[in-house]
């Protein structure tokens, strides 16, 4: 599957979809996919105890309860609105979706060409929106929106290829990783070393930009501490940010092409998901990849737990003690999609979960506990639940 890496750097999707389309989404019976970027609530846990505190007592998901047919690549959640930002990477429209009755209730015309990632601050009511762009730009887009009004207020002009977001609320700053390719001398097109745009929020300009490994996909915030982490899918690693300073402080070596990030802030673990994408071999089937589990003070690898052979994202649900990590798995020779509901204190698998073809990021409602997944081969999300 190497060829998929190139596709993915550049948050390449197929779909028919034109500007400007109206998508309905409509209930399917299939099941579908997952990948992974987290939302956390602060529920109690022991931060002495290095695992999470007893669960509230909600039930992890178990089930597929809805596979909805729309295309997504980036998506995040607003509570307050009870509604869904979904980034196609179709063109530059970001969708709005009603998180009751699945219909589409808006959209928003950004800037650039194809919004990729979606991100939102919560506290100052904004959603960021990052141009995922095409070969041969020189330069990319953020775009600002009201999550009120749900109109696009203002452009940050950043490096080209932004490819994920993260916002610091407290810290008032905003991540943009990008992928960086040159021509090598054979005239071919390869990964360099990325970069990651910090943004201030109130005046919208572009601070520092901040060298970090090849590939960068992710990025995680633990605002307790001030870092934050950086997932280097073709290095291999996690480079680790002061936030004070704008400097990397660390780089993390960890499993083959990590893909998603979670921090659970109240234990002081980041868990990484190693996608393994373009390491499998010529073996068949490939090797699983495990995830590694990151004390955030010693900013060691302290675990790794195996789950599939690339387990592609992972999202946490603190009050149902749970971790569920999305991703591919080869059973035979067609590979599959699933999600892997993980306690989050013993490390032990629950309950494997059937989805779509290349799950594509994850995120939990932290009021419901609903997970939310987006299928990226399958053009599809999934909605899945207790049973």
């Known amino acids: 599957m ?43 846990a022991d931060p002495e105890s290095g695992g999470t505190a007893e669960p509230d007592g909600r039930e992890p998901v178990a089930r597929v309860a809805e596979t909805l047919n729309v295309p997504v690549w980036g998506f995040v959640l607003d509570p307050q609105e009870d509604v869904m930002y979904v980034a196609t990477s179709q063109d530059s429209a970001l969708l709005v979706f009603d998180l009751r009755s699945y219909e589409q209730v808006g959209m928003v015309d950004t800037a650039g060409d194809r919004a990729v990632a979606v991100a939102i601050d ?20 953020v775009s600002v929106i009201d999550a009120d009004t749900r109109e696009t207020v203002d452009t940050i002009t950043v ?84 936030s004070a300073t704008r400097e990397v402080v660390d780089t993390i070596m960890v ?22 994408l373009g390491n499998e071999g010529e073996g068949f089937p490939p090797p699983a990849s495990p995830l590694s589990l990151v004390d955030v003070d010693s900013l060691e690898v302290i675990e790794t737990v195996t789950v599939g052979t690339e387990p592609m994202g992972v999202a946490l649900d603190p009050a149902a003690g749970a971790v569920y990590v999305a991703g591919m798995d080869f059973q035979d020779e067609s590979p599959g999609g699933f999600v892997w509901v993980v306690d989050a204190v013993s490390r032990e698998v629950l309950d494997t979960i059937t989805v779509g073809n290349l799950p594509g990021h994850v995120a939990v409602d932290p009021r419901t506990g609903t997970v939310y997944v987006s299928n990226m081969w399958d053009g599809t999300l999934s909605v899945l639940v207790a049973q």
Not at 128 to 133: E, H, K, L, P
Request: hydrophobic content about 45%.
């Open 2 to 44: 190497k060829w998929l890496v190139r596709g993915l750097a550049l948050g390449q999707v197929t779909g028919t979809a034109a500007h400007g389309q109206r998508w309905r989404i409509v209930r399917v019976v299939a099941m579908a996919g997952v990948l992974a970027t987290v939302l956390t609530t602060g529920c109690g």
């Open 122 to 141: 919560e506290r100052t009511r904004t959603v960021y929106v990052a141009d995922g762009g095409i070969l041969g730009q020189t330069q990319g887009t």
């Open 159 to 242: 490096e080209p290829n932004g490819v994920a977001l993260a916002v610091d609320s407290a810290g008032g700053e905003l991540y943009v990783a990008h992928p960086v390719f040159v021509v090598d001398s054979g005239g071919r097109e390869v990964q360099a070393d990325g970069i990651v745009s910090a943004i201030d929020t109130d005046s919208r300009e572009v601070v520092a930009t901040i060298p970090v490994g090849r590939n960068p996909r992710a990025i995680a915030i633990e605002p307790n501490r001030g870092l934050v982490f950086v997932a280097n899918t073709e290095s291999d690693s996690v480079s680790v940010i002061d």
């Open 255 to 276: 499993g083959p092409a990590p893909w998603g990030l979670a921090v659970d802030d109240d234990t002081g673990l980041l868990w990484v998901a190693n996608s393994n």
